[in-house]
């Protein structure tokens, strides 16, 4: 159930920093002459209360296909068939 929960919030991250809907992580630095900050494009994780490393974990497991999060079992040692 855990990892059913963090698989689709990884999804949602992984959308989210692709659509603009949160702060992808980066400074956002125009380039050129006159390297400015620019508005950062949503809220960042800190503000959505999620650590840099469970979005990174979250959203490699959301990356699995179906077959492969399978063979990975739930995260109790137990493979699930």
Do not use: F, Y
């Not at 920093?17 to 508005?39: F, Q, S």
């Not at 840099?52 to 399978?70: F, H, I, M, N, Y």
């Amino acid at each position: 159930m855990r990892n059913l929960a963090e698989r689709q919030a990884g999804k949602m991250l992984a959308q989210a920093a692709t659509t603009g809907e949160r702060h992808d992580g980066h400074k956002n630095l125009k380039k050129g002459p006159e390297l400015k900050p620019t508005t950062p494009s949503g809220p960042t994780l800190a503000a959505i209360g999620v650590s840099k490393d469970q979005s990174s974990k979250w959203q490699e497991v959301a990356a699995l296909t179906d077959d492969a999060q399978a063979r990975q079992g739930d995260g109790c040692g137990v493979p699930v068939t």
